[in-house]
């Protein structure tokens, strides 16, 4: 007999049933809008429907066994097997219809900013930025790079990162980077210290989910300040010959969002528009939910030394997370974009916390 809730996977089959149709219907396909939110909802429920259907296809066998072994032992004897089979799945099934994060499948725009230390600080801001990219090669993510200022010694002095999914299942790359948000710190030799001593410094990052579409967030034009200039490189000097980077303030919140990265104004302003929306979304929910806000506070807004999640110590190739306790001595396996164990226990670690609080 399955753990999972009866009316929790009836829901399901009846919004796949739904989708289903609506998706076999042309018209749908006139609102190219529409049929993406569909067609996104319905990869969502792909894996939902995946393990219901074998966990269905197992019960079955179990059955089937059952009968028969009264019969012929060769049946009992595929029964125990049968059994783990059903409660594997069964497990599997229960944890995807337990209550989610609504932005688990989102895409997301990672800033990175340097912070205390200087150069060394705009360093390690630029050694963050390969991490998350080198990640993204992994998982077969796109990544773009929107806009970013370096600093004389070629660190980041900030930089804003579009990361998107292949668009499929219930997870996408929200769901996995969602806890990078935070200060992050580091001890190192900088290249700058001549006398072999060890410095902390930090960065911090803050992550947004990205809205599918700019209109699902509510955005006046009239609360817009624009302001073009030409795109810079290093130590400040034009790559561009033209004022294609764009630089949005969001009047009534102060937020600041650059482009420079697209071939023209336009779509520098159309791709800063999108992460201002992302921006927005995570403030209105903030001021609708306090669970939001709360879980929100965990990004720290000021990249102080001492307000940190995560320290990456160099001479003893060391990572740690302060959060969960979480510590590796595989610091360059993580650098080279190798963080599938710690993100992995970061995952369990808040599906633990959920499962306690319910």
Known sequence: MSTSDPSAIDDILAEHAGLQSQMSDPSLHNDPTAARRVGKRFAELAPIMATYTKLQAAQDDLEAARELAADDSAFAAEIPELEETVATLDEALTDLLSPRDPHDADDVVLEIKSGAGGEESALFASDLARMYLKYCERQGWKAQTLGLTESDLGGYKDATISIKSKGEGLDGVWARLKFE?????????????????????????????????????????????????????????????????????????????????????????????????????????????????????????TVDRSERIRTYNYPENRVTDHRIGYKAQNLDAVLAGDMDALLDALSAADRQARLEAE
């Open 181 to 301: 948000g935070g200060v992050h710190r580091v001890q190192r030799v900088p290249v700058t210290e001549s006398q072999g001593r060890i410095h902390t410094s930090a960065a911090g990052v803050l992550i947004f989910p990205e809205p599918d579409e700019v209109e699902q967030v509510q955005i006046d034009e009239n609360d817009l300040r624009v302001d073009v200039y030409r795109s810079s490189g290093k130590g400040g000097q034009g790559v561009n010959t033209t004022d294609s980077a764009v630089r949005l303030t969001h009047l009534p919140t102060g937020i600041v969002v650059t482009c420079q990265n697209e071939r023209s104004q336009l779509q520098n302003k159309a791709r800063a528009m999108q992460v201002l929306a992302a921006r927005l979304q995570v403030v209105a929910e903030e001021a609708a939910n306090a669970e939001a806000s709360q879980g929100r506070a965990a990004q720290i807004r």
